[in-house]
């Protein structure tokens, strides 16, 4: 740093950032918390789809979201500017959000529609303003710190919606949570209108260079192939083999848009000479091995979701009931006999006081795994809501982090910190470690159809996952800006979205075959296999990868 320059201190901007952020995370987690809870709930108004259509619709949901930001990023780097698209972007996903509180199957669709475009627009470039704010030369220094804070932001939105969600469909019904997601986004468009002076400093466009691909030709070479692959994977595979391959069509169109796309991908890189290529191999390479690490990811929202609402025992102790009783109201369920819902497959034959057969609802089904020696007789018990279960990864963050930040500084200062490709190695193996916990939470019971496992199994493995998290996440797309040539840095940034997206919808996948894995363990160990693989894939090529980096970038 140039003598003359002073460090400075953070601008406003950062905390103007931060707020927004915070305000846009809690409103997608928050729903994205509890749609799948929503499309399977048959007791107290959600959709009541079967649990395969619910994961195949939250799968295909997660992976769209992730494929946008990449279009979104490209339309506002060269022609929007960013805080247009934010705006843009923000009111869409509010719309989507308030739409979800409609009842009707059109307007849910609708709404994840609004939600899918909107975060395009939205996510990549929020980011980028803060990213363009501190190129300023004094405060380059401060930039990691930065992004460490506004990563705060992220996390205590997430943290605080699950909250939120219980209280309001608990009180209030289903439509109230996911009206609150469009509310909190409302809030962060205001702290942007009215504090746009502070930021517009990183409102910058950048005019199309000479060697980038347009709008057009990308459209042309990627999206346009993959739409009409979409359409063949969509119509053809049933015509054909009289059933689809992956389980639905949706998964079937989603596996065939993807393969024109990751063709186009490998074309870059066989196309591509000296340095260059090296540094979209490395990348490919570690794209395709980052997948796992996204699939078990976004268990968060599909596998780990149907584990807390299945098979953990929720029941809140008296404790904790005279305590949150009095600031929000629980679940409360019955194993009392009911009038049987059309959609719930728990109900007997009994005959009413006039000797007509008339069909009833068994327990609720949160007993359909309890010993009937446990039930409550009659009583009302009260549970803890299954996403409240989601806010530990985001508490686990917060904590984590303020350890992980200064213990990587003190490491660097003897230079003992673990390179870039190293933490990424590391990252697969604790990943696949998370998802071992689970193993031993099916062996902790004599069997999860009968018994509910300890909720302290969740907290263990959001845990260990909370720890890969922490060693890849943030430094997925550095790579990508130190790996990729200039002019095809949109483009690879899409190729890490792109794997996010694969990750997202494998786990939507597996998950709608929940029901199919009698061994559960077999499903966590599937994960645990994965993500081993990975790691040893990683540490194969670890020299190789330290020295690109090292020649690019002049460190590892």
């Not at 098979?311 to 009392?336: C, K, M, Y």
């Not at 984590?400 to 590391?426: I, N, S």
Request: charged content about 15%; proline content about 4%; aromatic content about 14%.
């Amino acid at each position: 740093m140039n003598d003359q320059v002073k460090l400075g201190k953070h601008p406003k901007a950062l905390y103007v950032l931060f707020l927004i952020e915070m305000w846009e995370r809690f409103a997608y987690y928050l729903m994205v918390g509890i749609l799948l809870l929503y499309m399977i709930d048959t007791t107290t108004g959600g959709k009541g789809f079967s649990q395969h259509v619910g994961a195949d619709i939250v799968g295909s949901f997660i992976a769209l979201v992730y494929l946008t930001p990449f279009i979104g990023g490209l339309i506002a780097d060269r022609y929007l500017g960013y805080i247009n698209s934010i705006f843009l972007g923000g009111s869409l996903m509010a719309a989507g959000y308030f739409c979800l509180s409609i009842p009707g199957n059109t307007a849910m669709f609708l709404a994840l529609a609004l939600i899918i475009v909107g975060n395009g627009f939205f996510k990549p470039n929020i980011s980028a303003m803060l990213g363009n704010i501190y190129n300023r030369e004094d405060l380059k220094p401060l930039k990691d710190n930065a992004y460490n804070i506004f990563y705060m932001g992220i996390n205590i939105g997430a943290f605080f919606c699950n909250f939120v969600a219980a209280y309001l469909r608990n009180a209030y019904g289903w439509g109230y949570a996911f009206a609150a997601a469009g509310v909190g986004l409302v809030i962060g468009l205001i702290v942007l209108a009215l504090n746009i002076k502070h930021v517009k400093v990183g409102d910058v466009k950048k005019p199309v260079q000479a060697e980038d691909m347009s709008l057009g030709q990308i459209f042309g070479y990627v999206f346009l192939p993959a739409l009409i692959a979409a359409f063949i994977g969509w119509f053809i595979p049933g015509k054909i083999f009289g059933n689809t391959i992956m389980g639905s069509q949706a998964n079937d169109a989603f596996i065939f848009a993807c393969l024109p796309i990751i063709a186009f991908y490998i074309s870059l890189w066989v196309k591509a000479k000296g340095q260059d290529k090296k540094g979209i191999g490395a990348l490919l390479f570690i794209f395709s091995v980052a997948i796992i690490f996204w699939v078990i990811y976004n268990q968060n929202s599909t596998g780990l979701t149907i584990w807390a609402e299945k098979h953990t025992d929720r029941v809140a102790s008296e404790t904790t009931g005279r305590l949150t009783g009095s600031i929000f109201p629980l679940q409360q369920v019955t194993d009392t006999p009911r009038l049987v819902n059309k959609v719930d497959q728990y109900f007997v034959d009994v005959k009413d006081d006039s000797g007509h057969v008339v069909q009833v609802m068994g327990p609720d089904p949160y007993f359909n795994n309890v010993p009937k020696d446990q039930w409550p007789q009659g009583k009302e018990v009260k549970l803890i809501n299954t996403e409240l279960f989601q806010s530990i990864n985001p508490l686990f963050i917060v904590l984590l982090t303020l350890f992980f930040v200064p213990f990587f500084d003190w490491l660097r200062k003897r230079g003992k910190e673990p390179t870039t490709a190293t933490k990424f190695g590391m990252a697969s193996f604790i990943a696949g470690l998370s998802a071992l916990v689970m193993v031993f939470a099916i062996m902790s019971v004599p069997s999860i159809y009968g018994y509910k496992t300890s909720p302290g199994w969740l907290w263990g493995t959001y845990f260990v996952f909370t720890i890969s998290e922490i060693f890849l996440s943030p430094i997925g797309l550095s790579l990508v800006s130190k790996l990729a040539p200039a002019r095809l840095t949109a483009l690879m940034m899409g190729g890490w979205f792109l794997s996010t997206s694969i990750g997202g919808k494998i786990a939507g996948v597996m998950t709608s075959f929940w029901d199919d894995f009698t061994d559960k363990k077999i499903f966590f160990l599937i994960l645990v296999g994965g993500a081993f693989i990975g790691g040893v894939l990683i540490y194969s090529r670890i020299k190789s990868l330290n020295q690109i980096l090292k020649d690019k970038t002049g460190s590892a």
